[in-house]
């Protein structure tokens, strides 16, 4: 979408508030194909933290890690506090092992 007023962000959050409070995560899923992880995340931030963690528990894997990446730091803070979900290590790039083209060769990772 080009403009992004107030009032679209509201629209798009009453639509978010309402696909979640009636469990309907095809709907969800469709707001964020239309409008974008990042438009989806700012309009969840402002939303109750239990709100945000029942929307992400909604999503898919890879649908949550993009709504997650585009969460302020403050929402992502008190989702970390209420124990919801923060990141996921499934697919982070942290979690492989780090190679060098000389372990490549020997077959080990590099320490």
């Known amino acids: 979408m080009l403009f992004r007023t107030p009032r679209f962000h509201d629209a798009l959050q009453r639509a978010l508030r309402a696909a979640i409070a009636s469990h309907r995560s095809a709907v969800l899923c469709e707001l964020l194909a239309v409008h974008g992880q990042r438009a989806c995340a700012l309009a969840l931030a402002d939303l109750s933290t239990r ?43 942290a979690a492989m092992p780090r190679l060098s083209p000389f372990s490549l060769l020997v077959g080990r990772p590099q320490a």
């Open 51 to 93: 709100v945000i963690a029942d929307a992400l528990s909604m999503l898919s894997v890879t649908e949550r890690a993009g709504v997650l990446r585009h969460l302020p730091r403050d929402a992502r803070a008190r989702l970390a506090a209420a124990g919801g979900i923060v990141h996921d290590t499934a697919h982070a790039p």
